[in-house]
């Protein structure tokens, strides 16, 4: 079984200061995805890396994917109180597991006016 | 484009009981999901279909969870009986299939069905 630990699982924090989400596995995936969920609504896709090393920037987020394709960041740039929600990272392991998606716990972001 | 959509929003039942869940998948997408997430959790895959047949229900409680997608479009998801530790939300999800030749697909969720028993 493939496991993502996301760290941590809740942060709160002020109005425009920064912040890292990690995903880590001890597994390696053929791709990794990065969803935003807000209460009482489905999960979001954001992202999808690729490759390993891959960056890739959405706004004041930049997506990283490791050189093992093992584990994967989030950075968050002068966080804004519309960021609010929960983070998921997602492992796709390719294969015979085709499209099965692996979350990892989450992380709550709150980030206060 | 209209997206996944679920009902019920909510339910409320006592352990024991049945419930159900109706899921209509995004126009065309062959691929439908349904996940568990329990609170303090990320999303778990009870079964994957494709068309009308299973992909993948290995972390399906089958003595308890059923699913059909009779006619390869809506889905439903029964509890029978249902157990306190079945509290959760139920997400259903789409995708275009393995016809688009990519393994990264996008996956569509709909608003979940949040079961809370008592």
């Known amino acids: 079984t493939q496991l993502l630990e996301q760290s941590p699982q809740f942060l709160s924090i002020q109005e425009g200061e920064n912040l890292t989400v990690y995903c880590n596995s001890s597994s390696v995936f053929s791709s990794l995805q990065w969803y935003r969920q807000e209460p009482g609504e489905g999960p979001v896709l954001l992202v999808t890396v690729v490759t390993g090393g891959e960056v890739k920037k959405l706004k004041r987020l930049t997506f990283q994917f490791g050189d093992a394709r093992k584990d994967s960041s989030l950075h968050i740039t002068a966080a804004q109180p519309g960021d609010t929600g929960l983070y998921l990272c997602?492992?796709?392991?390719?294969?015979?597991?085709?499209?099965?998606?692996?979350f990892g716990q989450g992380t709550i972001l709150t980030v206060h006016p | 484009e209209a997206g996944v959509a679920q009902s019920p929003r909510y339910k409320i039942i006592e352990k024991r009981q049945s419930v159900a869940f109706w899921c209509n998948p995004i126009s065309g997408h062959a691929t439908l999901y349904w996940y568990q997430q329990i609170l303090g959790q990320g999303p778990k895959l009870l079964i994957q279909f494709q068309n009308n047949g299973v992909v993948d229900d290995s972390q399906l409680p089958k003595d308890r969870f059923s699913a059909e997608r009779l006619k390869g479009v809506d889905s439903t998801l029964k509890i029978q009986p249902a157990k306190l530790e079945d509290s959760a939300v139920y997400l259903c999800a789409s995708s275009l299939g393995r016809s688009s030749g990519t393994y990264q697909e996008t996956q569509y969720f709909g608003p979940g069905t949040r079961l809370l028993v008592l």
């Open positions: 997602a492992g796709i392991a390719g294969g015979t597991s085709y499209g099965k998606l692996t």
